[in-house]
């Protein structure tokens, strides 16, 4: 079995000069599926799994890796001039890359964190599409079905006119899949081009506006079918990738969520601390009432009374008034009775 493998290898990679492709090809798989299991495991809080680069409290992405990978392959390649085995490894390394930075293609996109929302999504879609297409010039010969070494001839070219066309056609009615797939693959992109378009696609919105039979045709196909096909997707992509937050973590909702939780904390913490306080107080008097350290006080043993009283009933501490000092009197100078007042200056 080992061995059919190696021949196969040998005969169909190797000797078809396509080894650099596979090792591209394998790096941008490997590296897909280590970073999503790393941040999978990050996610997840698992103690034995290191956490995010953060040096310094900056928290450093893996797209920033992933382009040092993409510059170490493509100046590799034109620096040794392609030749062997160099430009094995730096396919291999320029595979990584791909996975790395394509992984987040949605942060890229959006310009913003999006990395466990819904628009994280097109992050797994553009890592699907890129291993899609380099498999297919990895199992097939070149684009669209052109052999190499075949003469060229007009059958061949108006196949290929079509066939590019139909795939134009696809991808403005919507079917993104279908038309990405049928470059590759002639025929496919026929089918998404004879077939409805999307209810909210370009074509639908420049063809079905004066037809509305058609834009309920395809409203009522919409429900039906590709309902279920997103649905099927949905869970491919959870368990890709993981299911994207219900409320992203940017989102106004969980920033006011998040000011009453710490609000209904500290204020918990507040009077956890004065019932303490008071609890403390309230034994250091009875201790002292006790032991006779000082003289039993009526208004200190109501006072502590009372404290007591509050902290059972679980309030905040309360404070006894004290009353306000009295304002002393003005001051007046002495006089003596027998010398005359003294006159003011003018």
Known sequence: MISALLDGYRSHIVAAHKQPLFLLLTGFICSFVMIRFSVRMIRAKVRWWPGNITPGGLHIHHMVFGLGFLLLGGIGVFATNGGHPWIDWFGLAFGIGCGLVL?????ILHLDDVYWGEQGRKSVDAVILGILVTALLLIGYVPLGVVPGQDTRWGLISVISVNALAAIVALLKGKMWTGLLGIMVPGISWIGAIRLARPGSPWARWRYAKRPRAMRRAVRRERLLHARAERARTWLFDLIAGAPDKVPAHHTATHRAAERIAARATAHLDAHAARALARRHARLADRRTEAGSVPVDPARQDQARRRRRTVRAGRHRTYAVRPAPARPEP?????????????PRR
């Open 103 to 107: 992984d987040e293609f949605a942060l």
């Open 331 to 343: 001051h007046t100078p002495y006089r003596h009775p027998r010398l005359p007042h003294p006159q």
